[in-house]
């Protein structure tokens, strides 16, 4: 089963290679933004939403906490990864209903890594060039 997502980091380099890592690893990527206004509305223009959103904190114009609020009043089902190097909002992130935190600069082996863990993929349903 293909899984949907969606990536949010206000630096357009950075969107793209989780991308390009996203894809080769089997998954589909239905949407980016670079900052939270674009991402909540870019997000309730899909038809059928994600499963996960890669998400940063710091960003222009909302931050990650105020969109990923948004985000989960449109689609509670929701999960979403933080993707930051400031740790100080990791806790916050968590209680208010982030699945994972990963620390930047992060290995693509910790990125597919958490991903798969936060939706409950086994090791073999997933393509293993990177």
């Known amino acids: ?16 290679i989780c991308r390009i890592i996203l894809e080769r690893k089997g998954f589909e990527v239905v949407g980016s ?60 992130a968590l209680r208010d209903g982030a699945a994972g935190f990963i620390v930047k600069p992060f290995e693509i082996s910790e990125l597919i890594g958490t991903v798969k863990r936060i939706l409950g993929i086994p090791e073999e349903e997933l393509r293993t060039t990177v």
């Open 1 to 16: 089963m293909t899984r949907r997502m969606f990536i949010v980091d206000d630096e357009p380099s950075l969107v793209a």
């Open 33 to 92: 933004a670079l900052d939270g206004e674009e991402a909540v509305a870019a997000y309730k223009a899909l038809k059928d939403g994600a499963d996960m959103v890669l998400l940063d904190y710091r960003m222009p114009r909302k931050n990650g906490l105020e969109t990923m609020d948004e985000l989960l009043g449109i689609d509670s089902g929701l999960k979403v990864l933080f993707m930051s190097a400031d740790t100080s909002i990791m806790e916050a």
